[in-house]
């Protein structure tokens, strides 16, 4: 009897998938060579400036101009998202309707579309001669080379983050709350914000926080549509760009390390509430 309980013990503690120190090795040395050291380069750059001196550069007139256009425009388009990607998600997975597999394959399209083409599309469209542009500039509406127009291009590069957050969520949530919902007299619109939405606000959260953080630093979308007017329509990442350009290294990586900073700060407040919400609707 010690033998057999000896042999399932040994069975059970023995694991499916071998080779885990193998495995995690790979994992560790991959998270560091395409994340962990790039973004401690950008510190150790950074840190050739003086505090005075990466004042002067992040606090500079046209440093502070683009961020309020990047932050500002990237919350904006993420909040859009944050919306309109709960409605698409939700015609995805609760209807069916012709032309729904292409659809969800076209909600990818951002991801696989280069930057610079998804940039000259937009603005060639957008713009004061454009199929849609033009119709909006009869009415006085100038939407290339503003910052709707930045807007707009950030939508566009966004959007799949809270699709794809929301959908899964949708998909695995039991149609049997709200039928009980429906039973207790509950109206479709208080089923909606009492039942529903409570289960998929974490992951739109998640959503809204990647396509906000993939906002402010975008740049190959967005340079075109920009215009890249000083202290209007210019963007942050442009001017890491054009310090880059004037060999002003210690500059770029400075300006960087502050839309960096931000970023991570975002996502992780973000994640923050993210889990203090699952812990409130489990």
């Known amino acids: 009897m010690e033998k057999i309980s000896l042999s399932i013990k040994r069975k059970s503690g023995k694991r499916i998938i071998p080779g885990f120190g193998l495995s995690m090795g790979i994992t560790i040395s991959m998270l560091s060579l395409t994340i962990l050291l790039p973004v401690v380069s950008i510190v150790i750059c950074a840190s050739n400036l003086s505090f005075k001196e990466f004042l002067e550069v992040v606090t500079s007139r046209a440093v502070v ?95 799949p983050f809270v699709v794809r957050s929301i959908q899964p969520v949708l998909e695995k949530l039991d149609k049997q709350y709200e039928e009980a919902a429906a039973m207790l007299g509950a109206s479709e619109r208080r089923t909606f914000f009492k039942v529903i939405f409570p289960e998929i606000f974490p992951a739109m959260l998640t959503g809204f926080g990647l396509a906000l953080a993939r906002g402010i630093g975008e740049y190959g979308s967005v340079v075109f549509i920009a215009g890249n007017i000083p202290y209007e329509t210019q963007i942050a990442p442009l001017l890491i760009v054009s310090k880059l350009e004037q060999l002003k290294y210690t500059d770029a990586t400075a300006i960087a390390l502050v839309i960096l900073a931000t970023s991570f700060s975002i996502l992780f407040v973000i994640n923050i509430i993210q889990s203090l919400v699952n812990k409130r609707t489990s």
């Open 65 to 159: 101009s683009g961020y309020k256009v990047s932050f500002g425009c990237a919350f904006i388009a993420a909040v859009v998202n944050g919306i309109f990607g709960m409605i698409l998600a939700w015609v995805l997975v609760r209807y069916d309707f012709p032309g729904k597999r292409l659809l969800d394959g076209l909600i990818e399209l951002p991801f696989a579309l280069p930057t610079a083409v998804a940039g000259i599309a937009l603005t060639s469209l957008y713009s004061n001669e454009g199929w849609i542009g033009s119709i909006f500039s009869n009415f006085g509406i100038q939407i290339a080379y503003t910052k709707i127009g930045i807007i707009i291009a950030m939508i566009f590069i966004g959007i």
